[in-house]
């Protein structure tokens, strides 16, 4: 069973910054594509930013030029940098990973969340 544990989460004031880190746990045949998802209160999960295990990236209009995201594949780690913060950045932050399993099989995973509030 593959897990993740997210961390870095905070208070912070607009216009700071923060670095969130989700670290996979388990021993899967391979950890594919790993990213970022962000849950407003009131609004629907959307997508902050991914990165596929060769390195492409993508990131949501709203976030361009503020957050960085990068992996570690030998300490099968993602993080997202985030810069520049705006009171809109504010939300639980969910770490996402597809991994293909020894048996085969190709999973979503899902962390429990890190709640980032950014003041005005």
Do not use: H
């Not at 997210?6 to 607009?14: M, N, P, R």
């Not at 060769?54 to 995201?69: E, H, L, M, P």
């Not at 009171?87 to 990973?97: A, H, K």
């Not at 020894?102 to 509030?117: D, P, S």
């Amino acid at each position: 069973q593959v897990q993740l544990v997210e961390s870095g989460g905070g208070l912070v004031q607009a216009g700071g910054s923060l670095r969130l880190s989700c670290a996979a746990s388990g021993s899967p045949f391979s950890i594919n594509n790993m990213g970022w998802y962000r849950q407003a209160p009131g609004k629907q999960r959307e997508l902050v930013a991914i990165i596929t295990s060769g390195g492409s990236t993508n990131y949501a209009d709203s976030v361009k030029g503020r957050f960085t995201i990068s992996r570690d594949n030998a300490k099968n780690t993602v993080y997202l940098q985030m810069n520049s913060l705006k009171p809109e950045d504010t939300g639980v932050f969910y770490c996402y990973t597809t991994v293909t399993t020894r048996a085969y099989v190709n999973l979503e995973v899902w962390g429990q969340g890190t709640l980032v509030t950014v003041s005005s």
